[in-house]
C-alpha cells in the first residue's frame, strides 16, 4: 500500500519558514518524480515545485527564489523549504508521486500565511 504522509505545514507570519516534509511507502521511492503541488480556497492545485529520480528541479516562477525542493533516497523523503512567505502562498500543500502512468497523493497539510 502506497503512503504519502506530509507534516510540516502550519501559521507563520509573512517572511517567515516552514519546512515541509512527505514520508513515502510501499514504492521504490528513489526512481519516482516528487513533487509539492498546493491548492489555494477557489483554485486550481497547482505545482510548486518537482525533483526528479535524478535531483533536477523546476519550479512555479512564483515561488523561485524562495523555496527548495530536495530529497533524501535513503529517508524515502522528499522536502520543501519555503522562505519569505507571502500571504499568496497559504494554502493546502500536497505531496506527490509519480512514474509514468502511477500518480501517488498525500492527505496534504495547511500552510498558513498572516499578514
Known amino acids: 500500500q502506497v503512503q504519502l504522509v506530509e507534516s510540516g505545514g502550519g501559521l507563520v507570519q509573512t517572511g517567515g519558514s516552514l519546512r515541509l516534509s512527505c514520508a513515502a511507502s510501499?514504492?521504490?521511492?528513489?526512481?519516482?518524480?516528487m513533487g509539492w503541488y498546493r491548492q489555494a480556497p477557489g483554485k486550481q492545485r497547482e505545482l510548486v515545485a518537482a525533483?526528479?529520480?535524478?535531483?533536477?528541479?523546476n519550479y512555479a516562477d512564483s515561488v523561485k527564489g524562495r523555496f527548495t525542493i530536495s530529497r533524501d533516497n535513503a529517508k524515502n523523503t522528499v522536502y520543501l523549504q519555503m522562505n519569505s512567505l507571502k500571504p499568496e502562498d497559504a494554502a493546502v500543500y500536497y505531496c506527490?508521486?509519480?512514474?509514468?502512468?502511477?500518480?501517488?497523493w498525500g492527505q496534504g497539510t495547511q500552510v498558513t500565511v498572516s499578514s
Open positions: 510501499g514504492i521504490f521511492f528513489s526512481i519516482y518524480t
Open positions: 525533483i526528479t529520480s535524478g535531483s533536477s528541479t
Open positions: 506527490n508521486a509519480h512514474r509514468q502512468l502511477h500518480d501517488y
